[in-house]
């Protein structure tokens, strides 16, 4: 991470996580985890952000930026960078991704509050005018915040991407000389509202784990609804802390 300002921008500086290349994010890692969105809208912390960059590349596309101070990226005896040019790095906003975060933390409360009708943490319409206040009856509040949610939803899904069209690319596409089916997310961001959208769509529940805070789904039948732990790597060393802090306390207790 460091600060930076956009070439074309308005010359604010701000921080910026800098990636190494300037790759097209449809050939950007994909990750495996159907709940990741689930992880990702938890970020509140600029060091939140960079673990998440760095294990699963840019949120959306970034853009050319020039580096405050470019000895911290490249080193005090670079003379220039060789792709972009000394003091240029490729980047995104943190501030970016910790709205993105928002407001996937926003939505899929609504969505909760949808699912459990859990009628008073639902927006009420604004009413303009004089009189009484107009009440609303329940369900006509959840049919009017599914709407919103649905609204907020496929706005993401349907954004364009300059260069690319659609955040959701559906549709033929040649590979290997064959045409085939296509129906994937453009970048990072819009895969995670593409699980909200799915998790919604199908009413999916969530657990995490308890050593490394990764969210998967609980499928019925195929997943233990008491599973505390997202791999057995986690699960044995989870184990593994237990008896150090077992040892150390037994340690404690002899002195």
């Not at 064959?178 to 990072?188: A, F, I, K, S």
């Amino acid at each position: 991470m460091a600060d930076a300002r956009p070439l074309n921008g308005d010359g604010r500086s701000e921080p910026h996580v800098i990636y190494e290349t300037d790759t097209a994010p449809a050939a950007r890692k994909r990750t495996a985890h159907p709940a990741l969105f689930r992880a990702v809208m938890a970020i509140t912390e600029p060091s939140e952000v960079l673990r998440y960059a760095s294990q699963y590349d840019c949120l959306s596309i970034p853009t050319r930026v020039l580096l405050d101070d470019p000895a911290a990226i490249y080193g005090a005896d670079a003379i220039a960078e060789p792709a972009f040019g000394y003091g240029v790095a490729v980047g995104e906003p943190v501030r970016a991704w910790l709205e993105e975060a928002a407001e996937l933390r926003r939505t899929w409360q609504l969505w909760e509050a949808i699912r459990n009708k859990h009628i008073h943490r639902l927006p009420k319409p604004r009413v303009t005018g004089f009189g009484a206040p107009v009440q609303y009856a329940p369900d006509a509040l959840l049919s009017l915040a599914s709407h919103t949610l649905m609204a907020r939803v496929n706005g993401r899904l349907g954004e364009a991407l300059p260069g690319l069209g659609p955040a959701v690319m559906a549709g033929l596409v040649l590979e290997d000389g064959r045409l085939v089916y296509r129906n994937e997310p453009e970048t990072l961001r819009a895969e995670l509202w593409l699980q909200l959208a799915r998790a919604v769509a199908g009413n999916r529940v969530h657990a995490s784990c308890e050593r490394c805070g990764m969210w998967w789904e609980l499928e019925p039948g195929a997943n233990r609804s008491d599973k505390r732990y997202c791999s057995d790597a986690c699960k044995q060393a989870a184990y593994r802390e237990r008896k150090r802090n077992e040892r150390r306390s037994a340690a404690g207790g002899q002195s």
